[in-house]
């Protein structure tokens, strides 16, 4: 939840704290559409000026500086044009690790007045399918499903060892090894900026955390179980094979401290006519 979301939330839970619970990580890919272009390799300053409208073809001496050849063609940005944890996620990466290529700032909104939107990770992922010199951001689950390529990451690690990241759930788990909660008590909320500079060079350095928000507190015991028993189904058996859909499982250490807190959900009793039920939710 962003800051200004708290109230509200706590507000829903009948007076009760809202916590948010991490359930599964996902690398974002770089997504693109060349015929003529089998592999493709971006660091954060270049991705940051062809997203803000500074490189405009893939024949950009900064484009070509990192790849041996491109075509002479007009490059296409598709972003997301709903509110989107994706794209703040992707504007947040670009503002820590461009070197100061990207000024537009971090928002659920696209910033960087180019390009054409579309809705939804389905949405940016279709759009590139369909276009010749496309070039977005979506989650990796959704470029599998659409069959798309997804661009190398040059780290300022993998500069010094001369090769660049390939996207995968191999690379990416060691990401998450880092992460650090910033969130108090059973609000587990995640600092993910360390991830966008990694030391190591075999580190993918975009990768988004995919929350549940619940109440620490529900009407009912009934409510509480049911959302308890959601939450355990969701960390236990549904991580299982979560790397072939191109999600990340929750580490060892992760999945202790998300089930403590699932464990400490609890019920405030019988609702008075004063204090109506309130719906167990998920964002």
Same mark, same amino acid.
Request: charged share 15%; aromatic share 10%.
């Given at each position: 939840?962003?800051? &200004?979301?708290?109230?509200?939330?706590?507000?829903?839970?009948?007076?009760?704290?809202?916590?948010? *619970?991490?359930?599964?990580? $996902?690398?974002?890919?770089?997504?693109?559409?060349?015929?003529?272009?089998?592999?493709?390799?971006?660091?954060?300053?270049?991705?940051?000026?062809?997203?803000?409208?500074?490189?405009?073809?893939?024949?950009?001496?900064?484009?070509?500086?990192?790849?041996?050849?491109?075509?002479?063609?007009?490059?296409?940005?598709?972003?997301?044009? &709903?509110?989107?944890?994706?794209?703040?996620?992707?504007?947040?990466? *670009?503002?820590?690790?461009?070197?100061?290529?990207?000024?537009?700032?971090?928002?659920?909104?696209?910033?960087?007045?180019?390009?054409?939107?579309?809705?939804?990770?389905?949405?940016?992922?279709?759009?590139?399918?369909?276009?010749?010199?496309?070039?977005?951001?979506?989650?990796?689950?959704?470029?599998?499903?659409?069959?798309?390529?997804?661009?190398? @990451?040059?780290?300022?690690?993998?500069?010094?060892?001369?090769?660049p990241v390939r996207i995968g759930t191999d690379t990416s788990g060691k990401t998450i090894t880092g992460a650090k909660i910033t969130g108090?008590?059973?609000?587990?909320?995640?600092?993910? $900026? $360390?991830?966008?500079?990694?030391?190591?060079?075999?580190?993918?350095?975009?990768?988004?955390?995919?929350?549940?928000?619940?109440?620490?507190?529900?009407?009912?015991?009934?409510?509480?179980?049911?959302?308890?028993?959601? *939450?355990?189904?969701? @960390?236990?058996?549904?991580?299982?094979?979560?790397?072939?859909?191109?999600?990340?499982?929750?580490?060892p250490s992760f999945q202790s401290k998300v089930a403590g807190a699932i464990d400490s959900?609890?019920?405030?009793?019988?609702?008075?006519?004063?204090?109506?039920?309130?719906?167990?939710?998920?964002?």
């Amino acid at each position: 939840m962003a800051s &200004d979301q708290y109230d509200a939330a706590k507000q829903r839970c009948g007076g009760n704290d809202a916590w948010n *619970l991490p359930v599964v990580f $996902s690398p974002m890919a770089i997504t693109y559409h060349l015929s003529s272009v089998d592999s493709l390799v971006l660091d954060a300053p270049t991705l940051a000026k062809i997203f803000n409208g500074t490189v405009t073809r893939w024949d950009d001496p900064a484009l070509t500086a990192l790849n041996a050849s491109m075509p002479a063609e007009p490059i296409h940005v598709f972003y997301r044009s &709903d509110k989107s944890g994706t794209t703040a996620n992707f504007q947040s990466y *670009l503002q820590a690790a461009a070197g100061g290529a990207w000024t537009q700032g971090v928002s659920n909104m696209f910033n960087g007045g180019v390009g054409t939107g579309a809705e939804g990770n389905k949405g940016t992922s279709a759009a590139v399918k369909d276009t010749e010199g496309a070039i977005s951001y979506n989650e990796l689950a959704f470029a599998l499903q659409q069959g798309l390529y997804a661009a190398e @990451i040059k780290t300022p690690a993998s500069r010094r060892s001369l090769r660049p990241v390939r996207i995968g759930t191999d690379t990416s788990g060691k990401t998450i090894t880092g992460a650090k909660i910033t969130g108090t008590g059973n609000d587990l909320v995640l600092d993910l $900026s $360390s991830f966008y500079n990694p030391a190591q060079p075999d580190v993918y350095p975009i990768v988004l955390a995919t929350y549940e928000i619940v109440c620490s507190k529900y009407p009912t015991s009934d409510q509480a179980l049911a959302v308890k028993a959601f *939450l355990q189904a969701a @960390i236990g058996p549904g991580q299982t094979d979560l790397a072939k859909s191109g999600y990340i499982p929750l580490p060892p250490s992760f999945q202790s401290k998300v089930a403590g807190a699932i464990d400490s959900i609890t019920y405030a009793g019988a609702p008075t006519r004063a204090n109506s039920p309130v719906t167990p939710f998920c964002f």
